[in-house]
C-alpha cells in the first residue's frame, strides 16, 4: 500500500526547489473584485521562468531522482508545459530529458521545446499516444519515467502554490484552477485543506474532454476523446491505471465545472484587457466558470491560480474570433 501525501511532502518539495522556481507574485484583481462584488486575487503562476506553474512539480520530481537515474536521464510525456518544465530543470540540474508529445500540442510549444534542449519526440494524435512511446523509450534507453502529474513528487510539488497562497491569502475562501490530469488540484487540495479545511476547492476543464470530471462521474479513471481547445493545456486522459491523482481529486475538489469554448474565448480577453496579461486558455478557466455558471461570490475572498502564458498566435486569434473581436483591436 502506498504512502500517503502528507503537508510536510510539500515542505520539503518547497526546500528543493527554492532557487530554480519563483515564489509568484499573488495580486489582487480589481476589475473582477468590482464585476462580482468580492476581493478577487489572481495567482500568477505565468510568471514562472517556463511560463506556467508546472516548472514546480518537474524541478521536484527530478531533485528526487538518486544519482544514477539523472545520469542515465528522464522522459515524460506532455502537452507542451510539462515538457518544457522538465526541460529546463534537466538542463540546469545536468539531466538528460527526452520529451514525448502528440501532433495536437501546439506550435509555439514544440517550438519552445526544440529550443529547451530536450530530446524531442512527436508521436500519435493524443497525448495517450504519447505516453506509450514514452514508455517505449523508458523500456528501451533505461530512461527514468517522470509522468507530468500522477506522481507524488510532481503532486507535492505542485502543492508549493497552495502553500503560497495560504500564506499570502490566510483567510482565502474559495480556490478556482484548471483540472487536466489532476496533479495541480490534488497538490494544491493537500495543501490548502492541511491547513483550513473550510477552503473550497473548484476544479474547472474544457467543455469536450474533460478526462478527470467524466471520470470523477462515472467513480473510476475512463478514457475520453482528446479534442482541440482553446484550454490545450487540460487536454488528454488521466490513465486507467491513475494512482495518486483521481483518488486525491475525488477526495479534496469540492466542485467541478465545464465551460464552453466561447467563455474562454471572453475570459482570455478579460485578462488582455482588464488585467493586461495575455494567457493561456486553461489560465483563464476559473474566471469563465464564474461566468458562465453564474456563480456567487460576493462578500468571498477568492483565488484564481492564472496557470500559464504559453500561448501560440493561432491560439489567441481563434479566441479573438470566438469573442467577437479583431486579433489587433487592443493595440
Known amino acids: 500500500m502506498q504512502q500517503e501525501l502528507t503537508l510536510h511532502d510539500i515542505y520539503l518539495a518547497r526546500q528543493r526547489i527554492a532557487g530554480l522556481v519563483l515564489r509568484s507574485p499573488m495580486v489582487r484583481s480589481e476589475s473582477l473584485s468590482r464585476r462580482w462584488n468580492c476581493e478577487a486575487w489572481l495567482k500568477l503562476d505565468n510568471l514562472q521562468p517556463t511560463g506556467a506553474f508546472k516548472l514546480r512539480g518537474a524541478t521536484n520530481a527530478l531533485l528526487g531522482l538518486d544519482p544514477a537515474q539523472r545520469a542515465r536521464g528522464v522522459v515524460t510525456m506532455s502537452t507542451g508545459n510539462f515538457g518544457r518544465a522538465l526541460a529546463y530543470a534537466g538542463q540546469h540540474l545536468g539531466i538528460p530529458v527526452t520529451v514525448c508529445i502528440s501532433r495536437l500540442v501546439p506550435n509555439n510549444k514544440v517550438e519552445a521545446l526544440r529550443a529547451s534542449g530536450a530530446d524531442l519526440v512527436i508521436h500519435g494524435n493524443c497525448q495517450d499516444d504519447a505516453d506509450i512511446e514514452a514508455h517505449r523509450l523508458r523500456d528501451e534507453q533505461g530512461l527514468a519515467y517522470i509522468p507530468p502529474f500522477d506522481d507524488p513528487l510532481v503532486i507535492a510539488g505542485q ?24 496533479g495541480l488540484i490534488a497538490g494544491l487540495g493537500l495543501a490548502l485543506k492541511s491547513i483550513n479545511p473550510a477552503v473550497e476547492l473548484v476544479g474547472v476543464s474544457m467543455r469536450d474532454g474533460a478526462a478527470m470530471l467524466e471520470s470523477l462521474a462515472a467513480g473510476h479513471p475512463v478514457q475520453v476523446p482528446e479534442v482541440a481547445s482553446l484550454a490545450d493545456s487540460l487536454g488528454g486522459g488521466i490513465g486507467l491505471d491513475n494512482a495518486w491523482t483521481f483518488a486525491m481529486t475525488q477526495r479534496y475538489m469540492d466542485r467541478g465545472y465545464k465551460v464552453d469554448e466561447a467563455q474562454i474565448a471572453r475570459a482570455m480577453l478579460h485578462f488582455l484587457h482588464e488585467e493586461k496579461m495575455l494567457v493561456e486558455g486553461a489560465a483563464a478557466v476559473g474566471v469563465a466558470a464564474v461566468e458562465q455558471h453564474r456563480l456567487d461570490l460576493a462578500g468571498r475572498r477568492v483565488a484564481f491560480v492564472v496557470s500559464g502564458q504559453n500561448l501560440s498566435n493561432e491560439t489567441f486569434a481563434e479566441a479573438c474570433r470566438l469573442a467577437g473581436e479583431h486579433p489587433y483591436a487592443h493595440l
Open 159 to 182: 502543492g508549493t502554490c497552495g502553500l503560497e497562497i495560504m500564506e499570502e491569502q490566510p483567510d482565502i475562501d474559495l480556490v478556482f484552477a484548471g483540472l487536466s490530469g489532476g
